[in-house]
């Protein structure tokens, strides 16, 4: 599976972005799809993921509330929904995909990352 994340730009504080990670292959609705993020100086972090179908979401409890996964498994893109920017929220934003049915939010699980996308959050 190859990913290609979009969608990231310069937003104001309080400002929304939508990013999108469109996936190539006929198996997309077979893998677990997640954001990650990673700012400056520190370690990638779990977002948000989402069940194969996209019924089930799991959140970081800094994001839960303001940030918002599906997808659109005809389209096989996965979807994130930022309202609410916060400085904080300033990253590299990056999608991925594990070859299971449990949404893990340790990196390690994740098989295939796409090569991520610039949020940044003016205050």
């Known amino acids: 599976v190859q990913l290609q994340a979009s969608g990231g730009g310069l937003v104001q504080n309080g400002g929304s972005l939508r990013l999108s990670c469109a996936a190539s292959?006929?198996?997309?609705?077979?893998?677990?799809m997640a954001w990650f993020r990673q700012a400056p100086g520190k370690e990638r972090e779990f977002v948000a993921g989402?069940?194969?179908?996209?019924?089930?979401?799991y959140y970081a409890d800094s994001v839960a509330g303001r940030f918002t996964i599906s997808r659109d498994n005809a389209k096989n893109t996965v979807y994130l929904r930022m309202n609410s920017l916060k400085p904080e929220d300033t990253a590299v934003y990056y999608c991925a995909a594990a070859n299971t049915i449990v949404v893990y939010t340790t990196l390690k699980m994740y098989d295939y990352w796409g090569q991520g996308t610039l949020v940044t959050v003016s205050s």
């Open positions: 989402i069940s194969l179908g996209g019924g089930v979401t």
């Open positions: 292959g006929r198996t997309f609705s077979s893998y677990i």
